[in-house]
C-alpha cells in the first residue's frame, strides 16, 4: 500500500459528492470541458470550437420537425438469423445495445412536418451498435419511405452509419438493394428524397441509400466515405489529402451538395421542402 493510499484512508475526508446528472461534457474537437446544459442549448455543437457532436434518433427529431410529430413503431424481423457468434453472441450484443437506448434498434421514423411542410423523416442513431445497417434498419427504412408514399411528402433520411452490421451477414448487405428499391419508387412517384449525412456516415450506407437522394447535405465535418482512409492509402499507394472524406472535402469535390450547420439546417430542409414539395402534399 502506498504512503498516499494510507495518509487517504486514515484522515477524514468527505465522500465525493454525485450528481444525477452530468454538469460538464468535454469536447471531442477541441478536448475542453463545456457545461452541459450550454451543450444541450447549442444543439450538440460545442460553443468553442463548432465541433458538432453525435447526437441520438430522438434528439434529432426533436430539432428538426415540429412539435407533435408521431413516431412509428420500429418493425419486427427475424432477430440472429444466422445464430452468429464471434466474441460475443449477437443476442447479447443486441440486449447490451438496447440496454443502453431508447429504442429497439438504429434506425427511427418519425411523420410530421417542417416548418408546416409535410414531411417524413427516417434518423440512423450511431450509438446503437455504430448504426450498423441490419434487417431492421433496412425494413425501417422501407416503413418511412411507404409512409411518405403515402403522404404523398418528402422522405428526408439522416445517417450516421459505421456500414453493414456483419452479424446478419448477407442478409445485411440485401438491405442495400432493398432501400434502393425503394428510393427508385419516390422518384417515380415526383416526391423528394433528401439525405442529410453526419458524422459518420460509411461503409454500405454510404454505398447505398446515403448517397441516392435529390439533394445531399452534410454537417461541418462529418466524416463520410466508404472504404477508411488508411486502407484507401494502403491501396493507392499515395497520401491522401488533408481532410479527405470529410464534409467540406466532399463539397469542394462535388460528392456533397451543401454543408450546413446543425442551427440552420430545419430552415434549410423547410425551404428545399418549399421548392421540391408537390403542392398538395398532406
Given amino acids: 500500500m502506498s504512503w498516499f493510499t494510507r495518509v487517504r484512508n486514515s484522515l477524514p475526508f468527505a465522500p465525493k459528492r454525485t450528481t444525477e446528472d452530468t454538469l460538464w461534457v468535454k469536447c471531442p474537437g477541441c478536448q475542453q470541458m463545456v457545461f452541459a446544459q450550454e451543450y444541450h442549448d447549442n444543439m450538440e455543437v460545442c460553443p468553442r470550437c463548432d465541433h458538432h457532436g453525435r447526437i441520438g ?63 417524413v423523416m427516417g434518423v440512423q442513431d450511431f450509438g446503437f451498435m455504430g448504426g450498423s445497417m441490419g434487417m ?31 452479424q446478419e451477414g448477407i442478409l445485411s448487405l440485401m438491405q442495400m438493394p432493398k432501400a434502393t428499391v425503394m428510393t427508385r419508387r419516390l422518384k417515380e412517384a415526383g416526391l423528394p428524397y433528401v439525405v442529410v449525412l453526419t458524422d459518420p456516415t460509411t461503409g454500405g450506407v454510404t454505398a447505398s441509400y446515403a448517397m441516392l437522394g435529390d439533394i445531399h447535405i452534410a454537417e ?45 439546417l430545419k430552415a434549410m430542409l423547410a425551404t428545399l421542402l418549399g421548392y421540391l414539395v408537390p403542392a398538395k402534399a398532406a
Fill in 57 to 119: 434518433a430522438d434528439r434529432r427529431l426533436e430539432l428538426l420537425l415540429d412539435p407533435g410529430f408521431e413516431v412509428l413503431p420500429i418493425p419486427q424481423v427475424k432477430e440472429d438469423p444466422l445464430r452468429f457468434k464471434d466474441t460475443a453472441k449477437y443476442t447479447d450484443r443486441l440486449k447490451k445495445a438496447r440496454a443502453a437506448n431508447p429504442y429497439p434498434d438504429a434506425f427511427l421514423v418519425g411523420s410530421g412536418a417542417i416548418e408546416g411542410q409535410p414531411a
Fill in 136 to 166: 431492421a434498419v433496412g425494413t425501417a427504412f422501407c416503413q418511412g419511405a411507404e409512409r411518405a408514399l403515402k403522404r404523398k411528402c418528402a422522405y428526408i433520411v439522416v445517417t450516421a452509419a459505421g456500414g453493414a452490421r456483419m
Fill in 220 to 264: 461541418p465535418g462529418a466524416l463520410i466515405g466508404f472504404a477508411g482512409q488508411r486502407v484507401i492509402q494502403d491501396t493507392i499507394r499515395e497520401q491522401l489529402p488533408d481532410g479527405f472524406q470529410r464534409a467540406e472535402y466532399l463539397h469542394q469535390h462535388g460528392m456533397v451538395d451543401m454543408v450546413v450547420h446543425r442551427r440552420e
